[in-house]
């Protein structure tokens, strides 16, 4: 079972103060360009893999989605997204993306936002995600950058018997990192960039626009901190078709 960190009271407090817990999509930098990746809505059933406070799902309702199902493994998130939620086509369910199970041609879209790097068995899920999408549907999702969650650390490093060795977090070594983040303990998979585009090929899908998200002059304008986003990129987009 995946780790369910946004449960715990100390990591969900923090996690609520972050602007796109208070503003939704308005508050994540990088949506407009994951928004231009998406296909209309209007009259589709769609999935929101790690849906979160529900925002996403909401927003695709109002583009007209036929169907939305929001799946989230913890239940503080799902509370808030049930409770803010009217439309009748939104429907949630606590869901483990380690071991999920999906309706064959259940779906006409597949999306995610900062998910799939909680996932460790990312392959079964690729497969899982493809056997539920019709035909010619779509897959958009976004996912830390492997860039970001690996440290960038010159040269080798000393072990204790005086050996020269790499750091095991270095970003040629694929598998888990734990990081201090709102809370301490907080577990994710590295996976190279490489090797996260032929798990989808691998599994059927068609690379349709690859994105190593950076914020325009406009967004760098209005948040000069994000300037190191230009030179170590956060967020990785990706929209793949069935």
Not at 20 to 30: C, F, I, T, W
């Amino acid at each position: 079972m995946a780790q369910n960190i946004y449960d715990t009271p100390d990591f969900f407090a923090g996690y609520s103060r972050l602007p796109r817990s208070v503003q939704g999509l308005d508050g994540a930098p990088e949506w407009p360009s994951l928004r231009a990746l998406l296909p209309p809505l209007a009259g589709r059933r769609v999935v929101d893999l790690g849906c979160g406070f529900g925002w996403f799902a909401r927003w695709a309702a109002e583009q007209g989605a036929a169907a939305v199902l929001g799946l989230d493994l913890s239940e503080q998130m799902l509370a808030r997204a049930r409770v803010e939620t009217a439309s009748p086509a939104v429907a949630y369910r606590r869901a483990d993306l380690e071991s999920l199970d999906l309706p064959g041609g259940g779906f006409d879209l597949a999306y995610s936002s900062l998910a799939f790097h909680y996932v460790e068995d990312f392959a079964r899920l690729a497969r899982t995600i493809h056997h539920a999408l019709l035909p010619g549907a779509a897959f958009v999702f976004s996912i830390e950058h492997p860039i970001y969650m690996a440290p960038s650390r010159p040269g080798w490093m000393a072990a204790e018997d005086g050996r020269r060795v790499w750091p095991l977090d270095c970003y040629s070594l694929e598998g888990p990192r734990v990081t201090d983040w709102l809370a301490p303990g907080v577990r994710k998979y590295h996976r190279s960039l490489g090797m996260t585009l032929n798990t989808l090929i691998v599994a059927g899908f068609t690379l349709r626009h690859v994105e190593e998200w950076h914020p325009d002059q406009a967004q760098l304008a209005a948040h000069p901190e994000w300037a190191e986003e230009m030179d170590r990129p956060m967020f990785l987009l990706i929209a793949a078709g069935r």
